[in-house]
């Protein structure tokens, strides 16, 4: 099963999202910053984190030398409206990344 640290400040959009992921297929860790998510643990050094953010590019060189493997863009996503838009986005970074993409991460 493919694993997701999910990194959001917003409580609800980290349970929300962090269920749709889960729904789909996806082993859900969360973290409520980055800098909880990019704690050197070689418990979860394996894990893809992908850190959802408003700043994204303006952040972008500094998420990618911290290990950051995707960092989209809440505001692209629509996540107000659901999660099928997240998770169309992954699926491509999880292949990037040689992951699995769970079956029902592909389901509409």
Known sequence: MTKILLVDDSKFLRLATG?????????VS??????????KDPATAGIAVVAFTGLSQK????LEQDGTCAFPDKAALGLDKG??????ALAPIMRELKLEVP??????
């Open 59 to 62: 952040n972008a060189v500094r």
């Open 83 to 88: 999660s099928e838009a997240l998770l169309v």
């Open 30 to 39: 969360t973290a409520i910053d980055g800098e909880e998510a990019l704690k």
């Open 19 to 27: 269920r749709a992921l889960a729904r789909a297929g996806y082993q």
């Open 103 to 108: 079956a029902g991460a592909l389901a509409k």
